[in-house]
């Protein structure tokens, strides 16, 4: 599994993309909800309190990158299966 940094990367490296600092924030955002989502091998311990994984929420005008991080930050997760959803189809999913 290829990480999202890594991935990242390689667009740079290919010329696909262009270096852009809010581009390189979002993928650490989005790298950091990779790692808390990966599964441990803790022990199973009743009565402990878990913390909820802190989520992401990206914004900005259109061709900045965004649905192309989403889609690789939800290529690379370790939590499976998992949806991809506009914001708009989920609210329209939202009874």
Do not use: H
Request: hydrophobic share 35%.
């Amino acid at each position: 599994m290829t990480t999202l940094r890594a991935a990242y990367d390689r667009l740079l490296t290919d010329g696909r993309i262009n270096p852009d600092p809010g581009q390189a924030a979002a993928v650490e955002a989005l790298a950091r909800v990779g790692r808390e989502l990966k599964p441990t091998k803790a022990k199973w311990r009743p009565f402990t309190k878990v913390s909820p994984v802190r989520g992401v929420y990206l914004w900005g005008p259109p061709g900045r990158g965004k649905s192309e991080e989403k889609d690789m930050c939800f290529d690379g997760s370790p939590a499976q299966p998992t949806r991809r959803r506009a914001f708009l189809a989920f609210m329209g999913q939202v009874n």
